[in-house]
């Protein structure tokens, strides 16, 4: 008896043998669609890459130390943006920082002496002392014109005894023993005043050194000695730490703005009185002082401000911000040398005022230079930079 299932397996095989040469056939033909589809656009894309670095390299280049040639005409040109550089009038600040009224002279009651308020208990003391050491000196000097003036009367007095003396001894009516004792008692008179005259002189330059060494202390506390001298009670003392890097728009005498926290909206004006001798070494900040008008009497030691510096009225060279190419630690603009050259030039930029960037150095109102567009062209600015660079390496 035969077996059913045997003779229903026995055409399988013979049916896979049918489907492999079409499984083999449907496979090379998709390899082949698909080398066509991706090898066949490959040449043009290619083809169009070579062209569009070819062009590129054929609108800019580098023309000479620090100058590049972009095409006259070309695309690249035409997606820069040429603008001159301007100068304009401002008296708005040049900068602002953040400070505190660190001394205020409130007028006395009538009759007295106005009174100095400080925002620390320490600075009252030092200004204390500093006080005290001012009366010693006055004390000092008037005790040494004393002591000097006392001594030459002394000296006078014992010389017309001794001339009179020496009359009578000549005259023969006094003996030169007593002639001789007057002449030791001149003597002592003489060295008695040099010696208190030295003790005065010494008792002043003590009281001078006292006086200094208060005055550091005030400095370093902040506070400029011959300000507090000077001040009136129209006007307070504000402090401020000024960067580094804005040292060059700070002079004495130049006017400032300082609006306060507890006055928004308010402005007191006011001027740059004295500045710091030393530099901090943590802050890298120079300390500088302003005389803020308070006529009425409004602020308070301890309060905040915002100070603006440099009011006056001044001229400023401005050129768009898109145009500063960033290279390093520096920046440069590029300037119309010609046609189609352009100079790299080095330029030392300020504050941001809108859309423009204040110019301090490396460029005068007039010159032509690229604005928007000219991140494009960072590459060949690094390149031409490099040539300056290397040239200057060889140069003997």
Not at 4 to 22: D, F, I, K, Y
Not at 349 to 369: N, Q, T, Y
Not at 374 to 389: F, G, M, W, Y
């Amino acid at each position: 008896m035969s077996d059913p299932q045997a003779n229903v397996a026995s055409p399988q095989p013979e049916g896979r043998l049918r489907s492999a040469p079409q499984f083999l056939i449907a496979t090379g033909a998709t390899i082949a669609f698909l080398v066509y589809l991706i090898a066949v656009p490959a040449a043009p894309r290619l083809l169009e890459v070579d062209n569009s670095q070819q062009e590129s390299e054929d609108e800019v280049s580098v023309a000479k130390t620090s100058t590049i040639r972009v095409k006259a005409g070309g695309l690249l040109e035409k997606r820069l943006a040429v603008t001159a550089v301007r100068e304009e009038k401002r008296t708005d600040a040049l900068f602002t920082v953040p400070g505190r009224v660190v001394a205020c002279l409130r007028p006395g009651q009538t009759g007295s002496e106005d009174i100095w308020q400080f925002d620390s208990p320490e600075v009252l003391t030092t200004f204390s002392d500093w006080q005290k050491a001012i009366s010693d000196i006055g004390f000092a000097e008037k005790q040494r014109e004393q002591v000097k003036a006392l001594g030459a009367v002394r000296l006078q007095a014992q010389q017309q005894v001794v001339e009179r003396l020496q009359k009578l001894v000549a005259a023969g009516t006094d003996t030169l023993k007593d002639l001789t004792a007057e002449k030791a008692n001149l003597l002592q008179i003489e060295i008695s005043g040099k010696k208190d005259t030295h003790e005065a002189d010494t008792a002043v330059r003590i009281a001078r050194r006292n006086e200094a060494v208060m005055s550091r202390q005030l400095q370093q506390a902040g506070l400029d000695p011959d300000l507090l001298k000077a001040t009136s009670s129209d006007v307070d003392i504000v402090m401020a730490d000024v960067p580094e890097g804005k040292l060059r728009d700070v002079a004495i005498g130049k006017q400032c703005r300082a609006v306060f926290a507890g006055f928004p909206g308010k402005i007191f004006g006011g001027k740059v009185n004295s500045i710091a001798p030393v530099l901090s070494k943590e802050r890298r900040s120079l300390r500088v002082l302003f005389a803020i008008e308070d006529r009425k009497d409004e602020l308070r030691p301890g309060m905040f401000a915002e100070i603006g510096i440099g009011t006056d009225p001044h001229d400023i060279v401005l050129m768009p911000a898109d145009g500063i190419v960033h290279a390093g630690r520096s920046d440069y603009a590029l300037v119309r040398d010609g046609v189609d050259l352009w100079r790299v030039a080095r330029v030392e930029i300020g504050e941001p005022r809108g859309s423009d960037v204040e110019i301090h150095s490396g460029l005068k109102p007039g010159d032509r230079v690229v604005g928007r567009g000219a991140i494009l062209l960072r590459p060949i600015v690094l390149r031409a930079l490099d040539s300056e660079t290397q040239k200057g390496e060889g140069s003997p």
